[in-house]
């Protein structure tokens, strides 16, 4: 993840301590009390987050889903005895947040006894969600048993994104859902997969933003997954990704200057870290070197699949990121998870673990590896067939990149 708020518009935002090192501000879930809040722990020294996709279920039908997910039953997903074995093993692990995803895990009868038993191990939990399920209650629910953010996903304004979603009426249920957590203090943003279906409307959807009061929104890239593979022509142009980075900053900068109180995170390519550095120099900002730093401390792709965040699956595989689940290094119902993750023998494991030797082409000799990584592995194996070569989303020139 990207923080342009902190990286570009100077502001410090939560999770810093945990991104970047630093100490910042931090808003912890009332009278909760989570493991390894706050500390910033070496980033090669981190635990994962671990995404948990609970069920494959969804009722939405999003032409991007990385599960392919339907409004269907699904057999042999991991029952409330395995997941709570699951989470006793994430808490000895010390994993920084559990996020709780699916298909739509509001669709999963006893998500809320699972997130309650984890609160009571220690581990932050997130809710990754359509939103169109969280009516009041849920939102009451969600507060009481202490999520720390829970992440709406639209994908455009209203039209754009009931056709992207495949569900008509999706927007404004989502709304209401985002309404509804906002109502009652639950700590809530958007999610929104740049597509050249929505990347025309980023101002738009900026004003969108405002209006509304969101107070946290996620820009994600694109990632060849699930029925996203099907879409990947839809991805960004360079061009495309550049010019829409431009509009992210200059909206967020505005936002800070004008008071507004708003986090904007990119997230799935770690490119955006070089590209906001060269920015920043570019514009003659005394800041640009004190962001490489952070940048650098961050890793990048290099602390990320792999190493910084892992993925359980429906049933129990555990895969190098959740977008990466034609990989799978074990399952949870055999061995736990974390010795599954500490365990080195799979090539790709290992290769995750300490992936700059193994980086090939213009990854290979770039000099922003140490604030890049790489970026995304699972989309260069998804483009060639080869998880080292580099990165088809980096859209910096190759004089950009050359040492
Ligand atoms: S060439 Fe590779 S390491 Fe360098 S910025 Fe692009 S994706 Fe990142």
């Known amino acids: 993840m990207i923080n342009i708020t902190r990286l570009y518009a100077g502001r410090e935002t939560t999770g810093d301590p945990l991104r970047y090192g630093q100490e910042g501000p931090q808003k912890v879930a009332h009278g909760h009390h989570f493991q390894g809040h706050g500390k910033a722990r070496s980033a090669a020294e981190r635990r994962p987050v671990v995404v948990w996709n609970t069920t494959r279920r969804c009722n939405l039908r999003c032409v991007h889903c990385y599960t392919d997910s339907c409004n269907q039953d699904y057999p ?194 770690h490119v955006d870290g070089p590209y906001l550095y060269l920015k920043l120099r570019q514009e003659g900002s005394p800041r640009a070197e004190d962001v490489r730093r952070l940048l650098e401390w961050n890793g990048g792709g290099r602390f990320s699949t792999g190493v910084g965040i892992g993925c359980v699956d429906f049933v129990g595989n555990v895969h190098p990121d959740q977008f990466w689940q034609d990989k799978t290094f074990g399952n949870v119902r055999e061995r736990p998870f974390s010795a599954i993750w500490t365990d080195t023998t799979d090539p790709l494991m290992a290769g995750l673990k300490d992936r700059l030797p193994w980086l090939k082409g213009k990854c290979a000799t770039c000099r922003f590896q140490a604030m890049c990584g790489g970026s995304l592995r699972v989309r260069a194996f998804r483009a060639t067939g080869d998880p080292w070569m580099p990165d088809p989303a980096c859209y910096l020139t190759d004089t950009e990149v050359c040492p």
Do not use: W
């Open 76 to 269: 042999d997903e991991l029952s409330g005895a395995e997941g709570r074995a699951l989470i006793d093993d994430l808490a000895g692990f010390g994993i920084p947040a559990l996020l709780f995803s699916g298909g739509e895990p509001l669709m999963r009868p006893d998500l809320f006894d699972l997130a309650a038993y984890a609160v009571g191990k220690g581990l932050r939990p997130v809710l990754s969600t359509n939103g169109t399920l969280i009516t009041e209650a849920a939102a009451r629910r969600l507060k009481e048993i202490g999520f720390i953010y829970v992440g709406i996903s639209l994908d455009g304004l209203e039209g754009v994104n009931d056709e992207f979603r495949g569900v008509s009426g999706a927007f404004r249920q989502a709304m209401r859902g985002f309404r509804n957590c906002r109502e009652v203090g639950q700590r809530v943003g958007l999610r929104l997969t740049l597509t050249r279906r929505n990347v025309q409307d980023l101002d738009g959807i900026f004003d969108f933003i405002l209006e509304e009061k969101i107070p946290r929104a996620c820009f994600y890239h694109l990632v060849y997954s699930g029925r996203g593979r099907a879409i990947s022509d839809e991805d960004l142009t360079h061009a495309e990704s550049r010019a829409a980075l431009d509009t992210i900053c200059r909206r967020t900068r505005q936002a800070v200057e004008a008071g507004v109180d708003l986090d904007v995170l990119t997230v799935d390519n």
